[in-house]
C-alpha cells in the first residue's frame, strides 16, 4: 500500500497478463509432451532390450537392469521435471499444495502415461528405422544402442534335449544355449519354436552360450 501511495507501481495492460498466461500453459504443453515421450522412451528400450525381463533372474538380473538403464534420458526427464513444477507453480490449483505433493502426482502421472505410450506402436518405427540405417547417427545410436555381451533377446527357432536356438534380435545369426540344473527358469523349461524369451549366458569355448536364466517375454513386448 505505500509503494502505492508513493506511485511506485505501475499499471499493466490486460494484454500483458493475457500473453504471460498464454507462454506459461504453452511451455506446461511443450515440457508436458517432452517429458511424455522421454519416459516412454526410456520403458521402451529397457523392454526392447530384455532388460526389465531380467529381473526375473535374481541379482545378476538386476544388474542387468541397471546396466542397461539410459541415465542419460532420466538426467533429461529430471531436468523437465523441475521445469514443468517450476511453470505450473504459477497456477493456484498447484501453488496451494506442498510442493512434495504436486511434484509426487508430477512423477506419477508422467511414469503411468510413459509406460501407456511405449506399449504403442510409435517407438516401434524408429526403431526399424535405426536398425535400417535411416536416422541420422545420434537418433540411430538412441534406438539401436548395441546389446550388452550376456543378455539376449529374440525368437526360438530350435529346440533339444537341453539346448535351444536363438535367433537375436539385436545380433546376426543363431545362438546356441545350453540349459543345466543351475538354470534359472521361472516360467518353466517348456519352451517351443517361435516363442520369444529373454537369456542372460556365459560363453563356452564351444561357442554354445551356458544359460544363467531364461525367460519367455509376455505378449505387450511384442512390435
Known sequence: MNAIKKGEVRMRPRWHFALLTTLTVSGVVIVGLTLLYATSLAVF????????FATDFGQRGWFELLRMLP???FLFIL????????LVRRFAFVYKKPLLTSSLAILTFIVVAGVFI???PLHRGFMFSARHGQLPAPFEMLFAPPP???????TIVDVGP????????GRVGTTTFVITPRTRLPYGSNFKVGERVVVIGDTNASGTVRAFGVREIDEYASP
Do not use: C
Not at 550388452?148 to 529374440?154: E, I, Q, S, T
Open 71 to 73: 541415465w542419460f534420458l
Open 148 to 154: 550388452p555381451p550376456d543378455l539376449y533377446r529374440g
Open 79 to 86: 531436468v523437465f521435471v523441475v521445469a514443468l513444477e517450476v
Open 162 to 169: 537341453s539346448t535351444f536356438t536363438l535367433s537375436d534380435e
Open 45 to 52: 528400450l529397457l523392454r526392447d532390450s530384455g532388460a526389465l
Open 118 to 120: 511405449s506399449l504403442t
